[in-house]
């Protein structure tokens, strides 16, 4: 299967723990982009990495979350210090990023519940 | 500001039968692109069909294609020949010419009944 990956699919913790979710993304993509879904609603962007660069963030991604995409492959999302509020699907995409061809590829999500 | 709008929060179709769900949008980007996804129970957002803003053809993909009257700022998905497994979240996105991320509505839930 070539599509995007996310690992852990499910996560539960403990308010106040932190965790910490991976993304791969389809391989000759060099976009990649982490979006939060919470019940009932459409995902909501939080950021998204050209390469290795970081080039936009949503006002949503507070001092508690950072991504990173060290290598412009793989990503992982921490969220520290977790509140009840974290609790949300985080998906991830990715997209080749040239003009005419920009459609986000999604992968399973991972969801997580913070007790 | 964009903007997506979905005023269908669910629907209901027949199987075999086409049905369209509404999408309207705003957005002061001459350049952009129009997205729909479907999402079943089980989370994952899957691409159906992509309109461009300068398209000059309605865009299709097998049983989906996608209604686009730019002076109206609709953008509504027609599905023929409706199945059981169309069941799900149905959800249009627009991305701005200038920025990176997709903006989404609110869904509509599909349910297909036999």
């Known amino acids: 299967d070539t599509g995007v990956s996310q690992n852990p699919r499910h996560k539960i913790t403990k308010r106040g723990q932190n965790v910490t979710f991976r993304c791969d993304p389809i391989s000759e993509h060099n976009r990649l982009y982490w979006y939060r879904q919470t019940l009932g609603q459409g995902p909501e962007f939080l950021t998204y990495f050209q390469n290795e660069a970081q080039l936009e963030k949503s006002r949503l991604l507070s001092d508690r979350f950072s991504a990173e995409r060290p290598k412009g492959s793989f990503s992982t999302l921490e969220i520290q210090r977790t509140e009840q509020g974290d609790s949300a699907m985080y998906l991830c995409?990715?997209?080749?990023?040239?003009?005419?061809?920009?459609?986000?590829?999604f992968g399973p999500g991972t969801r997580l519940l913070v007790l | 500001a964009q903007k997506i709008t979905q005023t269908q929060p669910g629907m209901f179709v027949q199987e075999k039968e086409a049905v369209t769900l509404d999408c309207t949008y705003d957005?002061?980007?001459?350049?952009?692109?129009l997205f729909w996804y479907k999402q079943p129970s089980s989370g994952e957002m899957i691409f159906l069909i992509y309109?461009?803003?300068?398209?000059?053809q309605n865009a299709t993909e097998g049983r989906y294609s996608l209604n686009f009257q730019k002076a109206r700022k609709s953008a509504n998905l027609v599905i023929s020949a409706s199945q059981l497994g169309d069941s799900a979240m149905y959800f249009c996105a627009m991305k701005g010419g200038s920025q990176g991320n997709l903006i989404f509505g609110k869904g509509t839930k599909l349910s297909v009944k036999p």
């Open positions: 309109q461009g803003s300068y398209d000059q």
């Open positions: 957005t002061s980007d001459p350049s952009y692109g």
């Open positions: 995409a990715s997209s080749l990023g040239l003009a005419g061809q920009e459609t986000q590829y």
